[in-house]
């Protein structure tokens, strides 16, 4: 096992892709699971912090350490098995989500959570519940994983399948490889009906694999995961289309949320039922314009929208979408339709772009990123969407937003020119999170917490229901080894 102690050769391990920055003793690279059985023993003895690394693309500061080790995972990259007659997977934490991607398309599968960011470590979608376009049809990861192996704090060893260990009502017993039972008081909160990555998932009669996804590197390191997987798609309808109204994109996307989810309630095959509803403001299209051209001058928003169809139906499709694209007056000359798997990738390439030329412009002023994570209920989404823009232009700020509105989840990213907007921005963001939870929804819909958002977790739930989310994680991390300083701190 490597394990690397210079400070010139651990700087990558320091920072994610929002600037966060922190700092550490070493990076250990361990080869298999006994080697992190071994390391974490070894620190849960000595009390010493551990982060679990990924490969750097979150926005939270979550595999940022602030202090003693970090155990890179980018050595356990296998892909064990790829079943395509039973529609799963096994891997490890450290495979590339964009080579497994890659990888199944040739064998005729597809992993439905499609994560936007397709350089992160399939690992790290499980920690933080990853979400993406398509998680407007399919939902987000935690509905793909079957089977997690995880060493907990202490070293010992904690195999889960799906189905086979659940609450009984708020307690949960976990049985270790070592024999060893574990009895945990589950905390009794409501989460909001939306989209939402904030906190641990806690239910009544939970399944016991749902407490480790999504829980931020907090309470074990997973080592091995089971994933479902479902048939390729035979074709796609893959457009975006621009509008001359702001309120007609939005309107465009709300008429077109309700078809999809009345086609999913009947399954009726005959109906729209998109795949991924994007939205792009008309300040991200003016951020894109430089290196996408062909985006109309007048263009006051863009929607992107996907659709499975057969060489049979795509007609069918095609002209569907046509009318709902003249009804709310898209501009049918310029809309971009992908025709062949290039014109796909070049869409997906414009979609992607806008985070990656955000994450640009605050790296080249040296700030840490600041776009907000939140989703509401759908009936309440044009409330926070003229909420966030009102009080971000009443105070003079440049911003975009974009995001899964079909989620009813935006990510509205401030521009600040230099520190003291920055902090400005911070108490805006604070608003916008309030107004979230005040309509019903979440802080963080796909991100997680990390360490960048531990106060509007406690906004979210109130310090009653954090400090239960902390007497949970001492059950299986009485030392507070792991992830210190995620989801929630503990100074």
Known sequence: MIIKTNQDEIQN?????????????????????????????????????????????????ARVPQGGIVIATEKLNKIIEINP?????????GVLLSEFQEIIKAKKLLYPPDPTEKNCFIGATVATNASGE????????????????????????????????????????????????????????????TKNAAGYFCKKDMDAIDLFIGSEGTLGVI????????????????????????????????????????????????????????????????????????????????????????????????????????????????AWFAVTEDDKKKILEFRHSISAKINEFISGKNLRKLGTDVAVPDDKFHDLYFYSKKIVEEQGFDYVIYGHVGNSHIHLNFLPKDEHEFKKGQNLYKEICKKAVELGGTVSAEHGIGKAKTDYLLLMYGQETVNKMRELKKALDSNLILGRENIFSFK
């Open 85 to 93: 007659a039973e529609f799963y997977a096994v891997v490890e934490p």
């Open 13 to 61: 391990y320091l920072s994610d892709a929002s600037n966060f920055k922190g700092y550490c003793d070493a990076v250990y690279f361990p080869g298999n699971e006994e080697d992190i059985s071994e390391i974490l023993k070894e620190a849960d003895k000595k009390k010493i912090p551990v982060t679990i690394a990924g490969n750097g693309t979150g926005l939270t500061g």
């Open 134 to 193: 398509k998680t407007f049809k399919y939902g987000p990861t935690r509905d793909y994983v079957l089977e997690l192996d995880i060493v907990l704090p202490d070293g010992d060893l904690l195999k889960l399948k799906r189905g086979e260990v659940k609450a009984d009502g708020f307690k949960l017993t976990l049985k270790t490889e070592s024999g060893k039972n574990l009895n945990l008081e589950i905390p009794n909160y409501k989460m909001p009906e």
């Open 223 to 334: 080592t091995k995961i089971k994933l479902k997987l479902a048939p390729l798609p035979e074709k796609l309808i893959s457009c975006v289309v621009f509008f001359d109204k702001e309120t007609n994109a939005l309107d465009f996307i709300s008429n077109a949320r309700e078809i999809s989810l009345n086609t999913r309630l009947r399954s009726d095959p005959r109906c729209i039922e998109a795949l991924a509803l994007e939205f792009f403001d008309a300040y991200a299209l003016k951020f894109l314009r430089s290196s996408y051209p062909q985006v109309p001058e007048e263009a006051k928003a863009g929607v992107w929208f996907e659709q499975e169809v057969t060489h049979e139906n795509e007609d069918s499709f095609f002209e569907s979408w046509m009318e709902l694209i003249n009804k709310f007056n898209g501009d049918e000359d310029s």
